[in-house]
């Protein structure tokens, strides 16, 4: 999977993946990035992408020294099960 981007304009990351897009919905409160929806094709789940799609977000944070909160269920399990994440959690 590859293709990550943020597209700033629809307040989204995305990243493709051969089964279509994986995509992380986010708004920008005082400074911190919080990930509202993590949402991945039904025929891609179960193979990873979200959490790869979760992995490029935390990168990213780390190299614009930025702060995530996680808002979805998913991405507060994503932090829960990586601690090595958490840095960047606001």
Excluded: W
């Excluded at 919080?34 to 935390?58: N, S």
């Amino acid at each position: 999977m590859d293709g990550f981007r943020d597209n700033v304009s629809a307040h989204r990351y995305e990243m493709d993946a051969p089964e279509g897009m994986s995509f992380a919905d986010y708004r920008d409160i005082a400074g911190v990035r919080v990930i509202l929806h993590v949402e991945t094709p039904p025929e891609a789940r179960g193979r990873g992408y979200a959490q790869k799609l979760m992995d490029a977000i935390v990168a990213e944070a780390r190299e614009h020294g930025a702060r995530v909160r996680a808002s979805c269920s998913y991405a507060v399990a994503y932090f829960r099960r990586h601690p090595h994440a958490q840095d960047v959690l606001a």
